[in-house]
């Protein structure tokens, strides 16, 4: 085997599993750059070393493929830390590989990194000369496997050391159960008995890449079928009903209400999918099938630990034969069709500036069609997958939601651009305040993008908290940003941009479009603090329950 480094032995196991790497250069990660580019991989420099987790983890979520974030040690390494903390909770496997002490010991300026991530829930692999093949090799497959962030460190005096010679078995294909437990008969029996059934399919679903089976299995059972924000159109087609949670529509979450089975396919239900208790009927029998050790919400009545797609497939082959329910998608279609969708906003607004409801339905139809939507986390969440036609569960992009962090977006971006291969154009969705905390890496974006546009919702606010604290008659003084001309800032860093006051204001942007689209377009759009999304007054009106439950 060729001599290489501790740190060329560590780019060359990783170049077996990935091909991108994101990050910011230091003193503890200048070696294993080097050894990186000597193996081919592609870099994309950030600016701030959060960014280089949010990158890796945006490039997973779009391309589900696996992707590196490096940093420097200490101050480079903390700095990823609010990133590391989405991607462990939203169990998105990552790499983060970054310098770390002495093998000799810390020295005055160390911090106990090991510690840190630990605290975060992230496993640490340190590598030493004689291991530094098998231990990276075991961090990889302990992020797929387990479905997490891991920590690859490489203390500063072995990075450029020369690693041993190591025997390295090749890389074995993840393992692949099929096995499904006999309580799926008990499934197809309640499934077949139902009058109103109901598939609800989440990120689980779409990465067990089940969407085909739960579809059939729709149309063999006459049932509607609904996803979590992260599974998208999933499973859009007759009997659709959208998102379930604070993102549906209210005639869409009665007929979820109904539903007397519910068959629930790799997905959580958490607070914001079950409307904080309110979306299913007290009466309705819930099946979850998910890869979880044990069921994730107290609603759940029968719990199947399997592969979404294997289940699916299997609960196909034990309702064959089975007849549709007469009626029951009929009734929903009409019901939708009659009733009303969400709310396409005023033309006016008590302070003059653009109603976000009625500046994302004016902006749909301009975007590319062919488009992956990335957002920041904050009060606008919403606005795209209500009222943007986001075609696939890959298409929209949320890092930061699991963690409840604002900022990442921007980082995000440039994960999902470098992973778009097919043309499609980037779009991300930001609030003002996000939006500052991760300016640096507006520069990474659009050095990054072929085609991107920033639609930032600037209200001059962190708008959650005026909805929430400031509606209490807190001080609105933190909550207020002083208007920003993010098109000034965009347009010196080298993207074209507009400010949007007025929905003709638009034509700019779809001038650009008309144009090809190349590059990045920022577009500042002046939004009201006025209208206060749907889906958080359901969040308040549940975090005020529950403290006068508490109270009383």
């Known amino acids: 085997m060729t001599s290489l480094t501790v740190s060329g032995r560590v780019a060359q196991v990783l170049s077996s599993y990935v091909s991108d790497v994101f990050g910011v250069m230091g003193n503890g990660n200048v070696h294993f750059l080097d050894a990186a580019e000597q193996q081919g991989l592609r870099f994309s420099p ?43 909770q939203a169990q998105i496997p990552v790499v983060l590989v970054t310098g770390d002490a002495p093998s000799t010991g810390a020295r005055p300026w160390d911090v106990d990194q090991t510690a840190i991530a630990a605290g975060l829930g992230a496993a640490t692999f340190t590598v030493t000369r004689g291991a530094a093949g098998a231990i990276t090799r075991q961090a990889v497959d302990y992020a797929l496997t387990r479905r997490t962030a891991v920590v690859l460190a490489i203390p500063y005096d072995l990075a450029a050391l020369d690693a041993a010679d190591e025997d390295l078995p090749e890389a074995a ?64 087609g007759e009997g659709y009903l959208g998102v379930a949670g604070g993102f549906g529509t209210d005639t869409a979450a009665g007929l979820m ?75 929903a279609a009409r019901r939708l069709a009659a009733g009303p969708g969400h709310d396409l906003g ?59 962090t604002i900022g990442l977006g921007l980082a995000s971006a440039v994960g999902a651009a470098r992973a778009l291969e097919d043309g499609r154009t980037l779009v991300l969705a930001s609030g003002d305040g996000g939006f500052l905390m991760g300016l640096s890496d507006l520069e990474s974006l659009i050095s990054t993008a072929r085609s991107a546009i920033v639609v930032i919702y600037n209200d001059s606010a962190y708008g959650a908290e005026i909805h929430q604290y400031g509606s209490e008659g807190l001080t609105q003084k933190p909550m207020l940003i002083p208007e920003v001309d993010f098109s000034g800032v965009a347009r010196a860093l080298g993207a074209e941009s507009a400010v949007i006051r007025s929905l003709d204001d638009l034509s700019a942007l779809q001038d650009w479009i008309d144009a090809g689209a190349k590059g990045t377009f920022v577009v500042d759009c002046r939004i009201t603090s006025s209208v206060r999304a749907p889906w958080l007054t359901e969040w308040m009106n549940a975090t005020r329950a529950a403290k006068a439950a508490v109270a009383g």
């Open 346 to 404: 005023s033309a006016e607004t008590e302070d003059g500036r653009l109603d976000p409801r009625a500046l994302a339905t004016a902006l749909d139809p301009v975007l590319p069609e062919r488009r992956t939507v990335v957002q920041d986390g904050g009060h606008f969440i919403g606005w795209a997958p209500m009222y943007w036609n986001i075609p696939r569960p890959q298409d929209l992009v949320m890092v930061g939601t699991a963690y409840q």
């Open 173 to 236: 294909p993840p393992k692949v159960t099929d096995d499904v437990d006999g309580g799926l008969g008990q499934v197809a029996r309640l499934l077949a008995g139902a009058r109103r059934p109901l598939i609800l399919a989440g990120r689980g679903a779409h990465l067990a890449g089940a969407g085909q089976e739960l579809r059939e299995l729709a149309d063999r059972l006459g049932a509607l079928t609904a996803g979590t924000a992260l599974a998208l159109n999933l499973l859009n």
């Open 46 to 88: 950030v600016r701030h070393e959060g960014a280089a987790i949010a990158a890796a983890d945006a490039y997973y979520r779009t391309s589900g493929r696996l992707a590196v974030g490096t940093t420097t040690y200490g101050p480079g390494y903390t700095n990823a830390l609010t990133a590391l903390a989405e991607a462990v």
């Open 257 to 331: 209400g109904e539903a007397d089975v519910v068959l629930v396919a790799g997905a959580s239900l958490s607070p914001f999918t079950m409307r904080f208790g309110h979306l299913l009927g007290p009466d309705s029998t819930v099946i979850q099938i998910d890869t979880a050790l044990q069921p994730t919400n107290p609603r759940v009545d029968l719990f199947i630990q399997a592969d979404a797609k294997a289940a699916a497939s299997r609960l196909l082959s034990l309702l064959d034969g089975e007849a549709a329910v007469a009626g029951w998608r009929a009734e």
